[in-house]
């Protein structure tokens, strides 16, 4: 299970030193390119030309399993590659393989019509656009997908488009071209046929960009989080993904690799962040002696590596589970890593942050603005609660019911 095949061997190798020699050195100028442009939603100019080197280089569209798109890995191949790239905030973009375009170009592969994927997977896999996704709504419980109130509305060769959504992450770059919309196409049908998908241009009549939504003050631009109302938009019927009442189906299929992306970028953080905890615990002195001889400290340290280690190893069995028995049987695995990555990242930021003191909480590291990030995770692509519901539910199928006996 812990072995990887000679390919990814050698491609986690690749993206090491690419990481060493392009995108650490550059995390400064990115910000700054940011901090100084005319416009903030546009893509920086470094971070172009990483993406054009990295292309360059073979490190492009990694995450498409066993797929013609992309390198053919495994999820529990492409989970070591992806705990790297978590590293830095930027390096996904930068090899093409950042969300929400992972799941939206695996969606359009899987579930596209031919014509679909011509038109926007092609683009998409060559980072010439970028992509949001359109589910949460800020009207209704969106933790229960049920609840989502967006109209799409059938009109003779055209389907009628109407709803607000918000953290539309990726809306806001200048970039981004299409949106995948889901909404409900019939009210009456069975509870989970009730929903569809489908695909929106951003510049179609009626799609308006509301506003930004910040992270506990970090707007994350370029890419950000949109408000977007969709008033009477129109689109042609063939912009249907998959069918009408499928939205549930593509779903699940799109989220089970998404988790597996998004806790192994935050183990990715976790590691960089206990990384810079032993290193400032070695350079600073307090007391007259080095921060690195206090006992407390040196326990954060051995529960950090702890934590870290358990929850990498959660996650790879997920993966493995993914690629050997399906997406289905692996639904367990997959709930407990959604809610033990982030909160294991969570507690290794905070311990990190502590050691650094006043430095930790300013832009002068990354780590205050790695919390805010991870912290939204307990959150995306569901609430803990509704994992741990699901992890409980499962757990107990183990255990069927008996009735009391009678004393």
């Known amino acids: 299970m812990f072995e990887l095949s000679e390919k990814a061997q050698a491609l986690r190798e690749q993206v090491l030193a690419f990481m060493d020699e392009h995108v650490y050195p550059n995390e400064h100028l990115h910000h700054e390119q940011i901090a100084n442009a005319e416009n903030r939603w546009a893509p920086t ?20 399993p066993e797929s013609d798109y992309g390198a053919g890995l495994t999820n529990f191949e492409y989970a070591h590659l992806c705990e790297i790239m978590g590293r830095s905030h930027m390096a996904p973009e ?8 992972t799941g939206n170009m695996e969606t359009i592969a899987r579930y596209g019509s031919p014509e679909q994927q011509k038109q926007w997977l092609e683009p998409l896999l060559a980072g010439e656009i970028r992509s949001c996704f359109s589910m949460t709504e800020p009207a209704v419980a969106s933790s229960d997908a049920t609840n989502i109130s967006c109209e799409i509305r059938r009109d003779g060769d055209e389907y009628v488009i109407n709803g607000r959504k918000w953290w539309s992450s990726g809306a806001m770059t200048t970039t981004c071209k299409i949106a995948i919309v889901m909404g409900k196409t019939d009210a009456g049908a069975e509870k989970h046929k009730q929903q569809s998908m489908i695909l929106v241009p951003l510049d179609t009549p009626g799609v308006k960009i509301i506003r930004p939504l910040t992270v506990f003050g970090y707007d994350h631009a370029p890419h950000g989080h949109a408000e977007i109302e969709y008033d009477n938009v129109r689109v042609p019927a063939s912009n249907m993904l998959l069918g009408e009442g ?7 299929g799109r989220l089970g690799p998404g988790r597996i992306h998004h ?13 810079a905890m032993c290193q400032r615990v070695n350079e600073r002195e307090a ?4 921060l690195a001889q206090f006992d407390s400290i040196r326990k954060d340290i051995a529960r950090s590596r702890l934590e870290i280690e358990q929850c ?3 996650t790879l069995k997920a993966a493995h589970m993914m690629d050997t028995v399906g997406n289905k049987v692996a639904r367990q695995e997959i709930a407990m890593i959604k809610v033990a990555a982030p909160s294991m990242a969570l507690k290794i930021l905070d311990r990190a942050i502590q050691v650094h ?3 930790g909480v300013c832009q002068d590291t990354f780590l205050a603005a790695a919390w805010a990030q991870v912290r939204t995770l307990r959150l995306a692509d569901g609430p803990d609660e509704v994992h741990l519901d699901s992890i409980a539910k499962l757990e107990l199928r183990n255990y069927p019911q008996t009735h009391a006996r009678s004393h």
């Not at 470094?46 to 054009?52: R, S």
């Not at 930068?94 to 375009?101: G, H, I, L, Q, Y």
């Not at 007391?287 to 080095?290: A, D, L, V």
Request: glycine share 10%.
């Open 246 to 252: 499928r939205g549930f189906e593509i779903a699940q």
């Open 357 to 359: 003191g006043a430095t």
């Open 312 to 314: 990498r190893l959660l």
């Open 263 to 275: 806790c192994m970028r935050t183990i990715g953080v976790a590691e960089r962040a206990l990384e």
């Open 45 to 64: 100019a470094i971070l172009e030309e990483l993406k054009g080197k990295a292309k360059a280089a073979g490190l492009w569209n990694l995450f498409l």
């Open 94 to 101: 930068v090899f093409n393989c950042s969300a929400p375009d």
């Open 287 to 290: 007391f007259g002696k080095p």
